[in-house]
Nanobody
Framework: QVQLVESGGGLVEAGGSLRLSCAASGTFFRINDMGWYRQTPGKQRELVARITRGGSTSYAASVKDRFTISRDSAKNMVYLQMQSLKPEDTAVYYC?????????????WGQGTQVTVSS
């Protein structure tokens, strides 16, 4: 069974920084794309940033130039460095990974970590 576990969320003042981490564990052949999504009550989960196995990145327009996604494939980890945080960044942040298990590609989600930005 493959699991993703996020860490690093918390409460921060506007303008501050946080770094989220996500670790993948279990038995799998390979991890392809990894990403971070976020969700607020009553809204759909939205993409924040994604990174391919080769290191190509993409970002939501609202976070570009403030957030940086990176990964350590040797450690099966993905990170999200968040700077210049705004109150509207407040959300539950979820880690996502496309994991190849026995030649099948499976979409895996973490349990989420709360990020709260105070004004």
């Amino acid at each position: 069974q493959v699991q993703l576990v996020e860490s690093g969320g918390g409460l921060v003042e506007a303008g501050g920084s946080l770094r989220l981490s996500c670790a993948a564990s279990g038995t799998f052949f390979r991890i392809n794309d990894m990403g971070w999504y976020r969700q607020t009550p009553g809204k759909q989960r939205e993409l924040v940033a994604r990174i391919t196995r080769g290191g190509s990145t993409s970002y939501a327009a609202s976070v570009k130039d403030r957030f940086t996604i990176s990964r350590d494939s040797a450690k099966n980890m993905v990170y999200l460095q968040m700077q210049s945080l705004k109150p509207e960044d407040t959300a539950v942040y979820y880690c996502n990974a496309e994991v190849v298990v026995r030649s099948l590609s499976v979409d895996i989600w973490g349990q989420g970590t709360q990020v709260t930005v105070s004004s």
